[in-house]
């Protein structure tokens, strides 16, 4: 048996890049629509261009940003069908995960996940808005687990990743995380007594209102956002 602690190796240059760049367009520090020059961003990550024009290839993949002819890359622009498309589809989903995972629930687990939220962020801060979601997504995906299908649950968070980049936006006009804090106590209450058809309301309430704060805030005339 061997004494010697096996030592991880560090992140490719590729993986820096791409957890760099995905953070920056997540936070919107770098806005939908923005035009990225590989020399540029190679200097701001302090890298070579082969890792940066690789990470963008991996992220044109996730669809956060996209290859124009003649202009290099663009991050994507979130659009209102893009909205729709996957609020609906959370809208479909995570009722159904939380009335399945009612009675199934450590309430105390799920406060302590929770605890991140209830903190909330700061709205003119895009990385504590980004935080905050991530807090978000792994509530959410805890409750989809809790339905005991594994499928359903690797759906969602999909799902929660594809909205981050909406709710950041959403949030940078309106704070609702108290409402959100407010809104998972309700829900953890309902899933910890059982009753699936509350929590499935509870669940859809807070996505749909989710939903209407990302349309308020990217069709808000003072929002100076491609959409």
């Known amino acids: 048996m061997s004494l010697i602690t096996p030592i991880e190796p560090p992140a490719s240059l590729t993986e820096q890049a791409v957890a760099a760049l ?21 200097e701001r990550l302090g890298l070579g261009k082969a890792p940066v024009r690789a990470a963008l290839a991996r992220l044109a993949e996730e669809g956060l940003v996209q290859a124009m002819p003649r202009r290099g890359w663009v ?6 069908r893009d909205i729709h498309e996957v609020f609906d589809l959370r809208l ?18 799920l406060r302590c996940l929770d605890g991140v939220c209830a903190a909330g962020h700061r709205p ?5 808005a980004l935080d905050f979601l991530q807090a978000n997504r792994a509530f959410h995906v805890a409750v989809a687990e809790l339905s005991g299908n594994a499928r359903l649950a690797r759906q969602v ?8 980049r909406m709710l950041v936006l959403g949030l940078s ?33 807070q996505v749909a209102a989710s939903r209407s704060m990302v349309l308020a805030a990217l069709t808000a005339p003072e929002m100076s956002l491609p959409v």
Not at 124 to 128: F, I, N, S, W, Y
């Open 157 to 164: 968070g999909r799902l929660l990743d594809e909205s981050t």
């Open 22 to 42: 995905r953070a920056d367009i997540l936070a919107v520090r770098l806005p939908p629509g923005e035009t990225l020059s590989e020399t540029a961003l190679a």
């Open 173 to 205: 006009r309106r704070d609702r995380s108290g409402e959100m804090a407010h809104e998972h106590a309700a829900l953890i209450e309902a899933l910890a007594l059982g009753r699936g058809a509350e929590a499935a309301a509870l669940m859809e309430a």
């Open 124 to 128: 003119e801060d895009g990385a504590t």
């Open 92 to 109: 479909l989903l995570e009722p159904e995960a939380a009335r399945r995972a009612a009675g199934r629930v450590d309430a105390e687990a």
């Open 75 to 80: 991050v994507s622009l979130v659009t209102i």
